[in-house]
C-alpha cells in the first residue's frame, strides 16, 4: 500500500495545493442556454464562447440499499433543472485526514456529470467528444476542480465531459453476502459500473448537445489511466467510446488491477481476495457473520464510517480493510496485461504515455543503492550499468527512475506495443516539464499529475510568479495535441511538432522536453526499460 500512498499524495499536492482549488461558478454569465435531454430541462450558464451544465445527475442516488449495487437509472424531473453549478464529489477522506470526517463538499449521493461546449456550433455539424476520467489512487479526486474545467477543450471545438463514480469502499467492495445478493448483477467494481453508466448517459444525450456520440474519446491520468486500461477491456463498455488516452495509467498486473472475489492465494499480486477483506473490514466496526443480517448492519454504517479515514489496514490487527478494483468475472473478467498479450483489446487509436520522474518511491523500496540493485538480480550489473553508470546518481534519484520506469514507463510501452500490433494508431509520450516557478522543487523531473493542468490548458502562477511564455506555450500544444486526437486520431496539425506514431522497431515516442520542445525520437530510456521488462514479475 505505501505505493498507492506515494500515488495519492502527489495527486493531493497537485490537486489541492498546488494546481486546483473547486472551480468558482460564473456569476456574470451573459446567457442561460436550455437544452433538453432525456431525463429533462436543464439551464446551465455560459458566456458567448463557451456554455457550460454542471450536476447533471447520469444515475439514482446510490445510497440506502442502493449502496453498493449498479448504478440504476435516474428519475426524469419536472420543469427546468439548475444546472449551473458543481454537485458534491464523492465521498473522500479529508486531507489532511482529521476527526472521521469526511472531505468538505463530497457526499455518497454524487452520480453527477458535467459537460462544456463551444457555444457556436454550426448547423448539422456534430462535434468529437472527451471524456474525462480523474485520478487519485480510487480513494480520492473528484469532477470540481478548476484545474479540470473544460473550457479550453470547448474553445477548440470538443464537448468536454467529466463525472464523478464512487471512491473507496463505496467504489470497491466484496462481501460473501453481497456476492450472493442479486445474483444476476456484476459485483465488485461498482466505481467501474459508474463509468460505464456515465459513457451510456454520453451514448443517450449528448447529441442534444450538439455532440457525436459516435466520436468519443475516454481519457484518464493515474486511477483514471488505470480505468481506461480497464474500459478497453471490459466487454459491458465494448462500443461505447471510439479512442482512448492513459496518461500515468501504467498496464501490467499489480498495481491497482482486479483483486480475485472470492478465491484466496488466486493471483501472486493479490493473495487476500476481495471477499475476505470485506469480512475484515466488518469486524473492523464490530459486524460479525457474513449473511444478508451483517450486510443489513454494513449498509446502515454512516458514510464517515465507511470511509473510515480512508484507512487501508485495521490499526490495530494489521488486516487488509480495502481491495481496490475486484476481478469478479462477470463485469471486469481480466486484467488489462492479459488481454494484452492476447490481443483482445479493441482495434482503436491510442495515446499513452507517462512522466519523467513520477514519485519518489513506494513500490520499490531501498535503503541503499546496493539493495535496491539486488533487486534487479540476475541481471543487477546491467541494471546499475544503465541507472548508475558513472556511479554518481542519489539513492533518492535512482529510486525515483525505477519507481517511474516499473510502475508507469515499461507498462506503457508494453501498451503501445500491444496496440500497435493489431495495427491501431498509436501515440506514446514522455512528459518531462516543469513549470518555470517549480523547477527548483522538482529537480529529477515532472512529477505524477504534473500534465493534468497542460492537457486542459489550466496552468496558473505560482507564489506571485508570472506565467512565462513557455509555460503558456507548452499548455497550448498539450490542450491542442489531445483535441486534435479527439477529432480524428491523430494528433498532428500545421504549427505543432510532428508527432510520429508509435514504432515498436524504434520504440519512438513524443518527448516534451523540459526545455519547452517538443519532438519525436526513439525512447530516451529504452535500455532502462529493457531491463525493468527482464525482471518486471520479480523487482519490489
Known amino acids: 500500500m505505501n505505493m498507492k500512498k506515494a500515488i495519492i499524495g502527489i495527486f493531493l499536492l497537485y490537486s489541492f495545493g498546488l494546481l486546483a482549488q473547486t472551480s468558482s461558478e460564473n456569476t456574470n454569465a451573459t446567457n442561460t442556454p436550455k437544452v433538453q435531454i432525456i431525463s429533462g430541462i436543464l439551464q446551465g450558464t455560459g458566456d458567448g464562447i463557451v456554455e457550460a451544465f454542471k450536476g447533471i445527475p447520469y444515475a439514482a442516488s446510490p445510497i440506502g440499499a442502493l449502496r453498493w449495487r449498479p448504478p440504476q437509472p435516474v428519475k426524469a424531473w419536472q420543469g427546468i433543472r439548475d444546472a449551473s453549478k458543481f454537485c458534491a464529489d464523492c465521498a473522500q477522506a479529508s486531507w489532511p485526514r482529521s476527526n472521521d470526517k469526511i472531505r468538505e463538499n463530497t457526499s455518497e449521493d454524487c452520480l453527477f456529470i458535467n459537460l462544456w461546449r463551444p457555444t457556436v456550433i454550426k448547423k448539422g455539424k456534430k462535434l468529437p467528444v472527451m471524456v474525462w476520467i480523474y485520478g487519485g489512487g480510487f480513494v480520492g479526486g473528484g469532477s470540481s476542480y478548476a484545474t479540470t474545467n473544460g473550457e479550453n477543450f470547448a474553445k477548440q471545438g470538443v464537448i468536454l465531459i467529466s463525472f464523478n463514480y464512487r471512491l473507496g469502499r463505496l467504489g470497491h467492495f466484496a462481501f460473501p453476502a453481497l456476492t450472493a445478493e442479486h445474483p444476476q448483477e456484476a459485483k465488485g467494481s461498482y466505481a467501474y459500473m459508474d463509468q460505464i453508466a456515465a459513457l451510456q448517459w454520453v451514448r443517450d444525450n449528448v447529441a442534444s448537445f450538439g455532440g457525436d456520440p459516435e466520436n468519443v474519446t475516454i481519457f484518464g491520468e493515474s486511477a483514471g489511466g488505470v480505468s481506461v486500461h480497464s474500459l478497453l477491456t471490459i466487454p459491458s463498455a465494448k462500443g461505447l467510446f471510439h479512442k482512448a488516452i492513459i496518461e500515468s495509467g501504467g498496464g501490467r498486473d499489480g498495481v491497482l488491477t482486479g483483486r480475485p472475489i472470492g478465491e484466496e492465494n488466486a493471483d501472486p499480486y493479490y493473495p487476500i481476495s476481495a471477499e475476505t477483506i470485506g469480512v475484515n473490514f466488518a469486524r473492523k466496526h464490530g459486524i460479525e457473520g457474513i449473511d444478508a443480517t451483517a450486510l443489513v448492519k454494513l449498509r446502515n454504517l454512516p458514510v464517515e464510517a465507511i470511509v473510515d479515514e480512508g484507512q487501508e489496514n485495521d490499526p490495530k490487527s494489521g488486516a487488509i480493510i480495502y481491495p481496490g478494483p475486484i476481478l469478479d468475472g462477470k463485469l471486469v473478467i481480466e486484467t488489462a496485461e492479459d488481454a494484452y498479450k492476447n490481443g483482445r483489446q479493441p482495434n482503436i487509436p491510442l495515446i499513452i504515455g507517462s512522466n519523467s520522474a513520477e514519485v519518489p518511491a513506494g513500490f520499490v523500496n531501498a535503503q541503499s543503492k546496493e539493495q535496491l540493485f539486488s533487486k534487479f538480480e540476475p541481471h543487477n550489473r546491467e541494471a546499475m550499468d544503465v541507472y548508475d553508470p558513472e556511479g554518481n546518481r542519489t539513492l533518492p534519484e535512482l529510486l525515483t527512475m525505477v519507481n ?137
Not at 508507469?408 to 498509436?426: M, V
Not at 512565462?468 to 498532428?492: H, I, Q
Open 404 to 540: 517511474t520506469d516499473k510502475v508507469w514507463a515499461e507498462p506503457a510501452r508494453l501498451t503501445a506495443r500491444a496496440f500497435s500490433r493489431k495495427g491501431a494508431s498509436t501515440y506514446s509520450y514522455l512528459f518531462d516539464y516543469v513549470q518555470t516557478a517549480l523547477q527548483q522543487q522538482f529537480v529529477h523531473g515532472a512529477p505524477h499529475a504534473s500534465e493534468i493542468p497542460y492537457v486542459f490548458n489550466t496552468i496558473s502562477s505560482r507564489d506571485g510568479t508570472d506565467l512565462t511564455e513557455k509555460d503558456r506555450k507548452v499548455a497550448s500544444m498539450m490542450n491542442t495535441y489531445w483535441a486534435n486526437f479527439a477529432k480524428t486520431g491523430n494528433p498532428n496539425s500545421k504549427g505543432l511538432p510532428n508527432w510520429e506514431k508509435f514504432n515498436e522497431k524504434k520504440d519512438n515516442l513524443l518527448a516534451i522536453r523540459r526545455d519547452g520542445t517538443a519532438v519525436s525520437v526513439p525512447d530516451p530510456k529504452k535500455t532502462r526499460l529493457d531491463v525493468i521488462e527482464k525482471v518486471t514479475k520479480n523487482i519490489k
